[in-house]
């Protein structure tokens, strides 16, 4: 199982939104709604952004909302932050012999 | 709170084992599964393993199938990885993680620990 694809950075003003895109195949993201979203800060525990694909957990704030559409993911981020500047990845289900997989992480900067 | 606490990394050389743990708090550990996921320097997070609320079912990554075990001890509220064959491109900090939902895994993570790092180097 490869892991997901998604855009090695995205970057955008404070206040503006950005969307990250996470691909996948028929064997999980299309298939499957155990989409997850991660925001990892390099040299601590990366931190529960969205779950189901549009659930957010207690404690995060709704300017992070999900998304899927056939075969992709989506993790948008509204009137963005300085402190959101982190590497986010998604998570996914999948039927393959291992049962999960993460995407390829995208870096995020808020200039 | 919730907590996770990592234990047993270190400099391994190739070809051997290591044994890691993951101390669980303030939850109940006996219900909820449990996964263990890395992260290789410069790299991104990989899912490595997955263990049921009760230890029955068990699942690997195509890397580690073979080499590593994961196990659980209720009674100590402890998760554990046993890596054999260590190999080089087996460096990385791994992190055990609880998943969101109980009995039924959704392979959401909701709580992970601060990681522990293995490198495999003669």
């Known amino acids: 199982q490869s892991a997901l694809t998604q855009p090695a950075s995205v970057s955008g003003s404070p206040g503006q939104s950005i969307t990250i895109s996470c691909t996948g195949t028929?064997?999980?993201?299309?298939?499957?709604?155990?989409v997850s979203w991660y925001q990892h800060h390099p040299g601590t525990a990366p931190k529960l952004m969205i779950y189901?694909?549009?659930n957010r957990p207690s404690g995060v704030p709704d300017r992070f909302s999900g998304s899927k559409s056939g075969n992709t993911a989506s993790l948008t981020i509204s009137g963005l932050q300085a402190e959101d500047t982190a590497d986010y990845y998604c998570?996914?289900?999948?039927?393959?012999?291992?049962?999960?997989?993460f995407g390829t992480g995208t870096k995020v900067t808020v200039l | 709170q919730v907590q996770l606490v990592e234990s047993g990394g270190g400099v391994v050389q190739p070809g051997r084992s290591l044994r890691l743990s993951c101390t669980a708090t303030g939850f109940s550990f006996s219900s909820y599964g449990m996964h263990w996921v890395r992260q290789a320097p410069g790299k991104g997070l990989e899912w490595v393993a997955l263990i049921s609320y009760d230890g029955n079912n068990k699942y690997y990554v195509d890397s580690a199938k073979g080499r590593f075990t994961i196990s659980r001890d209720n009674s100590k509220n402890t998760l554990y990885l046993q890596m054999k064959s260590l190999r080089a491109e087996d460096t990385a900090v791994y992190y055990c993680?609880?998943?969101?939902?109980?009995?039924?895994?959704?392979?959401?993570?909701?709580?992970w620990g601060q990681g522990t790092l293995v490198t495999v180097s003669s």
């Open positions: 028929s064997s999980d993201i299309s298939d499957y709604n155990f």
């Open positions: 993680a609880k998943d969101l939902r109980g009995i039924v895994v959704v392979g959401a993570l909701e709580t």
């Open positions: 189901e694909v549009s």
């Open positions: 998570s996914s289900y999948t039927s393959s012999n291992t049962p999960y997989v």
